[in-house]
């Protein structure tokens, strides 16, 4: 779910219903899930501790070069998961971006993920403004 607030943080740019797998969960089905829900990132939990961050180009290069027999979620994701907080500012999310080397950051508060941004989500937020 998307707001339209143009406050420049991360709660007015976020998607806030997040799919997540857990680390066992095999990268065939983490895939028809990607495909099926559209979105190219999965939050990797046990429970609800988040052990990290599944990109779809992650899984994608390592089904291409290992195939799918005995690939799970949790031997392909970004440990730790980037995460930035609701009221942080879209730079800060950038930021963490930048530094992580992806595309990505969840959304936390108090601990827990409340949503995710990406960088075509504050591409998004940007263009719109620009529009304004």
Do not use: F
Not at 29 to 57: F, K, N, Q, W
Not at 64 to 86: D, E, M, S, Y
Not at 99 to 116: E, H, K, P, Q, Y
């Amino acid at each position: 779910m998307e707001t339209s607030t143009h406050d420049g943080t991360v709660r007015g740019v976020m998607t806030g219903q997040v799919i997540a797998v857990t680390e066992d969960t095999p990268l065939e089905t983490a895939l028809r899930l990607m495909v099926s829900a559209r979105v190219r990132h999965l939050p990797v939990m046990d429970g609800d501790h988040c052990l990290g961050l599944l990109y779809e180009i992650d899984m994608l290069w390592t089904l291409w070069t290992h195939g799918l027999v005995g690939q799970a979620a949790g031997n392909c994701c970004r440990k730790p998961a980037p995460a930035v907080g609701a009221d942080d500012q879209l730079t800060a999310a950038a930021a963490r971006m930048d530094r992580s080397g992806g595309d990505a950051v969840l959304v936390t508060t108090n601990g827990s993920i409340v949503g995710i941004v990406t960088a075509a989500d504050i591409i998004h937020h940007l263009g719109k403004r620009a529009d304004s």
